[in-house]
């Protein structure tokens, strides 16, 4: 018999087969936060200037929090479709609604008294935009919202996948997310020398977009990636230490017009890289550091701190707003809006979930008998 070529599998999208817990996770968030309040920290008065550097990773912290989450999403959604034959839409954006929405419009409400109050300045758009999710559309924006254009991000991504999911089903779905991936570069370049204001146009959808789908792609071929010796051989291998000097040193070049095209696809799936090594290996720094109780709770608090840092940690020069106190101010508030107010409404999420639950196990119960 002939040798031929080896049968390569075609990549098969399903839901998949993932650990119970994964601590790791809640570590990789917190590095995330870590980042964002580092590089927001640094302009301010009284920071180290020999830390003054940490400026330059910008956005790589959301970046990390938008694989992450087409990452979960994606894999709570085609489990769901798994264990009940369906994806529930209403049940999706009530539990989204559950966690996202009570801290954010604390943090609104706050910023409204202190606008009426004169402390702070909103410009024109900015509570209309913030409150609808659409302020990544919204330039110039106060400083005090203007880190709400990741959390639009986010909720544009909420609304869209979960309906292209159901509508165009696991396969269709993920194939538009690796189209996503191909595509969004070609929409980067573009813009960047079709639009006017180059800043203007960073918090856009379009252009984040791959980061997304990244994370929806991961999730949607992780068992078929789990088969893939090559691919295990990667995250395996001894020379992974240079996936994340890959994600700083590809981060550094987003911005320059000769790297723009590709610089940042290939950031987003070296992060996706990172993300699948900590979900499928053991290893010192997932199982000791990432999974270590005070990054796992740093990871827990990570929205509220998001949320709570924009006001403290300002180039505007007042006592609260000099490093250190201003990170220390954050954190406070942070404490404070995730033990009055996101915890209660987590509590209320997770007894839907066991609903949902007992729900699935009910119906395959009944397909059974059936």
């Not at 009940?84 to 009570?102: C, M, Q």
Request: with cysteine.
């Amino acid at each position: 018999m002939a040798r031929g070529r080896p049968i390569i599998e075609p990549p098969v999208f399903e839901a998949p087969s993932l650990p119970r817990r994964i601590p790791a996770l809640d570590g990789l968030r917190a590095v995330a936060i870590v980042l964002v309040v580092l590089v927001h920290a640094a302009p301010t008065a009284g920071f180290p200037p020999a830390l003054a550097w940490v400026h330059t990773l910008q956005s790589l912290g959301v970046r990390i929090f938008f694989v992450i989450s087409g990452f979960l999403i994606t894999a709570l959604l085609l489990q769901e479709r798994e264990a009940t034959g369906e994806i529930s839409l209403r049940r999706f954006y009530v539990r989204r609604a559950l966690r996202i929405f009570p801290a954010f419009y604390a943090y609104i409400a706050v910023i409204l008294v202190l606008s009426a109050g004169g402390w702070i300045i909103l410009l024109p758009g900015d509570l209309a935009h913030a409150l609808t999710y659409t302020l990544n559309y919204n330039y110039p924006a106060a400083w005090e919202v203007w880190h709400i254009w990741s959390l639009s991000i986010e909720e544009q991504f909420y609304v869209l996948w979960p309906l292209l999911l159901v509508l165009a089903g696991t396969r269709r779905a993920c194939l538009g997310a690796a189209a996503v991936v191909v595509i969004t570069p070609l929409v980067r370049i573009a813009m960047w020398y079709g639009w006017p204001v180059r800043d203007e146009m960073a918090g856009h959808f379009q252009m984040v977009a791959d980061s997304l789908a990244v994370g929806c792609l991961l999730a949607g071929s992780y068992n078929w990636l789990g088969r893939q010796g090559w691919y295990m051989r990667l995250l395996t291998s001894r020379w992974f230490v240079l996936v994340p000097l890959i994600v700083l040193a590809t981060h550094e070049l987003h911005w320059r017009p000769r790297t723009f095209l590709v610089a940042q696809t290939i950031t987003h799936i070296a992060i996706g890289l990172c993300l699948d090594r900590c979900v499928r290996v053991r290893s010192r720094w997932t199982d000791g550091v990432l999974s270590s109780a005070p990054l796992r709770y740093v990871g827990a608090l990570s929205y509220s701190l998001y949320l709570w840092q924009q006001p403290f940690l300002t180039k505007v020069e007042t006592p609260l707003t000099s490093f250190p106190q201003n990170v220390v101010l954050a954190v406070a508030c942070a404490l404070a809006s995730y033990h009055l107010v996101e915890r209660p409404f987590l509590r209320l999420k997770a007894r839907l979930g066991q609903r949902t639950r007992l729900d699935a196990v009910a119906s395959a119960t009944l397909s059974e008998v059936r």
